[in-house]
């Protein structure tokens, strides 16, 4: 990655852990990772955890993401939470449109817009997943598919709040599969992601963090992050143990 930008590694729990076991993983990820100096880290709990992870590491170093979010404020919306709540609660950032979302939820690209834009307004950076399944990358509709769906979330975000966005690009044929994009492979969409980001913003686009996501382990780590424009990991699987997790940011923030 550049020097530019600070390598940044998102823990994404999904649906694991009662409290006191995501207060456990977090008390060990903050001291495994309390020493490293050049490096962002942050866990995605689930909604549940949230509030006691975020009291637990608000003098730490670690911060705290929730791993989706409504765009409305408030109403008869029974189940949602909005990003002022999750504010509230101690988060700082949170996962918008991961691909298990746009998936089994059948998540849109008009409402990964909708809610990045309402993330923003209450303050929170918002990672914003994109990528392709198998069928689009063996099609060859990786770039075209990785386009439309920056272009929809990116819709009226302005320069300034560009500043706080993420994204984290994440093949859906990589994620929980064992099999990480190679990393020729994530620096060609990342830069690609990065060169369009740089038509709409080109002041913006070299300062972005564009993460990978995809079967991302301390083994693989470094190699990906020795990529121009790969600056970090939102990880699943790997960032279950805390021990797998801090290996993982060490080993990536070290090239
Ligand atoms: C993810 O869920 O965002 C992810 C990348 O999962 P995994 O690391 O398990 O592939």
Redesign the pocket.
């Known amino acids: 990655m550049a020097a530019a930008r600070r390598p940044f590694f998102c823990g994404?729990w999904?649906l694991n852990g009662s409290i006191a076991e995501s207060l456990a993983l977090a008390t060990d990820v903050r001291n495994g990772v309390s020493s490293l100096r050049d490096v962002d880290v942050a866990v995605a709990p689930s909604f549940t955890a949230l509030y006691a992870v975020a009291k637990r590491l608000e003098d730490g170093p670690v911060t705290v993401a929730a791993q989706d979010c409504f765009w409305e404020e408030k109403g008869a919306f029974t189940g949602e939470v909005a990003p002022s709540q999750l504010a509230d609660a101690g988060c700082k950032h949170v996962i918008i449109g991961?691909s298990?979302r746009r998936q089994l939820f059948g998540e849109l690209d008009a409402a990964v817009n909708l809610k990045a834009r309402a993330a923003l307004r209450a303050g929170l950076a918002p990672i914003i997943?994109v990528g392709e399944t198998l069928a689009e990358r063996d099609a060859g509709e990786t770039m075209g598919r990785v386009q439309a769906q920056v272009d929809a979330a990116l819709t009226d975000i302005d320069h300034a709040s560009l500043e706080r966005v993420v994204i984290a690009y994440?093949p859906v044929w990589?994620?929980?599969?064992g099999r990480n994009a190679t990393p020729a492979q994530a620096q060609e969409v990342h830069h690609f992601i990065r060169s369009r980001i740089a038509g709409r913003a080109p002041a913006v686009a070299p300062r972005l963090r564009i993460l990978y996501?995809?079967?991302?382990k301390p083994d693989n780590a470094r190699a990906l992050m020795a990529e121009a424009d790969v600056d970090g990991g939102?990880?699943?699987?790997?960032s279950l143990s805390a021990e797998s997790f801090v290996r993982l940011v060490k080993e990536g923030s070290a090239t």
């Not at 939102?234 to 790997?238: F, M, N, P, S």
């Open positions: 994404n999904k991961h298990e997943c994440e990589a994620i929980g599969t996501g995809g079967s991302m939102l990880v699943g699987g790997a």
